[in-house]
């Protein structure tokens, strides 16, 4: 059994480079690149599929669940951070602030410690639902909560883990089931034929 971390297809304003709404549905490209997945995990033995309520998480778990016929079950513990007041806005109003630091705190949003700590709360919920049987289990979310599990939670082994990483949008992470949690696939896009084409984090 693996367990398959999965970011979100693309949307318009991932390209745009706007901090996203909840509702931000998949663009063009980002229905095609949900397309491929699931059709690349057709023949996987995935038994749950596990997605942020985030439309765009929703959309792209939606297409493996064709491609599968595996059971969906959302979480709202798997929603990207809360940006708060900052949703909505270009990366390019923001200057020199560094929205991602950690001591940074969105106005109306999500302090990182907060958001780790719900974080933490996904894996452990994803951890339980690994006891339930055999089969792999695909968990579709966002950028950020990617970059906080491999930063803090996973054992990345020998794959090079920048700061701050941001992985491609669809892109496929797959880690052992049992602690340490082993990475054994970083961030594949082998199901893109073109690659992928990575916007903004969140």
């Known amino acids: ?35 491929a997945l699931g059709a690349s995990l057709r023949s996987r033995a995935l038994r749950l599929v596990v997605a942020s309520d985030y ?23 798997w929603r990207e951070r809360n940006f708060g ?3 909505g806005r270009p990366y390019s109003e923001f200057g020199d ?10 106005p109306g949003g999500e302090s990182w410690t907060d958001f780790d700590s719900r974080v933490d709360r996904a894996w452990s919920e994803l951890i339980a639902h690994g006891d ?26 020998g794959h090079v883990v920048e700061p701050g990483i941001t992985v491609a949008n ?6 052992d089931h049992v602690p340490p949690w082993r990475v054994i696939a970083l961030a594949a896009v082998a199901h893109l034929a073109d690659g992928a084409r990575d916007g903004a984090a969140v």
């Open 97 to 106: 602030l560094d929205i991602f630091a950690r001591d940074f705190l969105p």
């Open 1 to 35: 059994m693996a367990l398959l971390l999965i970011r979100h297809g693309e949307t318009d304003l991932n390209t745009g480079r706007v901090v996203q709404f909840p509702d931000t549905p998949l663009g063009e490209v980002g229905l095609a690149q949900a397309e």
């Open 132 to 157: 339930d049987g055999a089969g792999d289990i695909a968990v579709v979310t966002h950028g950020l909560v990617l970059r906080s599990l491999l930063e803090r939670v996973l054992d990345v082994g």
């Open 85 to 87: 007041d900052l949703r």
């Open 170 to 175: 669809t892109s496929v992470t797959i880690v």
């Open 55 to 77: 439309l765009r998480a929703r959309m792209t778990a939606e297409r493996i669940v064709a491609h599968t016929n595996a059971p969906l079950v959302e979480s709202p513990h």
